[in-house]
């Protein structure tokens, strides 16, 4: 069974500049999440989708991160325009179902913002 | 906001002894618990959950679970130098599966 995939691996850009991540969560799996993970902490839940509807996104910010998962299979997670303190690992997760079920991580995005 | 606290370390302990990692969260209504590993640099990977009071074991790890007291720990039994890692904390509110993450235990498994 493939995993979760993710690109691309790592993204060096400069502030104010735009990024784009893709992920394709493991076949079957109804729920999708997208974390920050920034450098010593836990992974911050950005958004979750259930199929194709969104489940939680309170700690997205809006104002510059945007996601959806067009036909309920991947997703995609852009920042515009990126800050500083953008620069973490993102990453992607599916789970079977939202019944407390095991979460599979991507490899994740390492972004770099200068 | 649902807070899971966890020791950020490092904890250090011999290979061969039991390295015990412990979890306190906020919400009294949580179900599903979660000790995810994650090694430097890689993604986080399950490698126990638990969902009711008591022990739960799984080969050398053990996870503990009471919720009275709002506490779950891990037990690693005969640690050894590749458990060396940083130990994940989760927790799920139950529901639509909002789970939250400590900040995690880092673990040194001394040779």
């Known amino acids: 069974e493939a995993g979760v995939a993710q690109s691309p691996r790592y993204k060096i850009i400069e502030k104010r500049q735009s990024v784009a991540f893709w992920c394709n969560p493991i076949s079957g799996h109804a729920t999708l999440y997208w974390y920050q993970q920034i450098l010593g902490q836990g992974p911050k839940l950005l958004i979750q989708?259930?199929?194709?509807?969104?489940?939680?996104d309170s700690q997205l910010p809006k104002d510059r991160f945007s996601a959806e998962r067009l036909k309920g299979v991947d997703s995609t997670l852009k920042i515009q325009p990126a800050k500083l303190e953008d620069s973490a690992v993102y990453l992607c997760?599916?789970?079977?179902?939202?019944?407390?079920?095991?979460?599979?991580f991507g490899p994740g995005t390492r972004l770099l913002v200068l | 906001q649902k807070e899971v606290e966890q020791n950020s370390g490092p904890l250090s302990v011999p290979e061969g002894a039991i390295a015990s990692l412990n979890c306190t969260y906020s919400?009294?209504?949580?179900?599903?618990f979660f000790w995810y590993r994650q090694y430097s640099g890689k993604s986080p990977e399950l490698i126990m959950s638990?969902?009711?009071?008591g022990d739960k074991e799984d080969g050398r790890f053990t996870a503990q679970l009471n919720k009275a007291s709002q506490y779950v720990s891990l037990l690693i039994r005969d640690s050894q130098p590749s458990d060396s890692a940083t130990y994940l904390c989760a927790v799920d509110e139950g529901g639509y599966q909002k789970v939250t993450f400590g900040t995690g235990t880092k673990l040194q498994v001394i040779p």
């Open positions: 638990i969902y009711s009071n």
């Open positions: 919400d009294r209504v949580s179900q599903s």
């Open positions: 989708f259930q199929n194709n509807g969104v489940v939680d």
């Open positions: 997760a599916s789970s079977l179902d939202d019944r407390g079920e095991t979460q599979y």
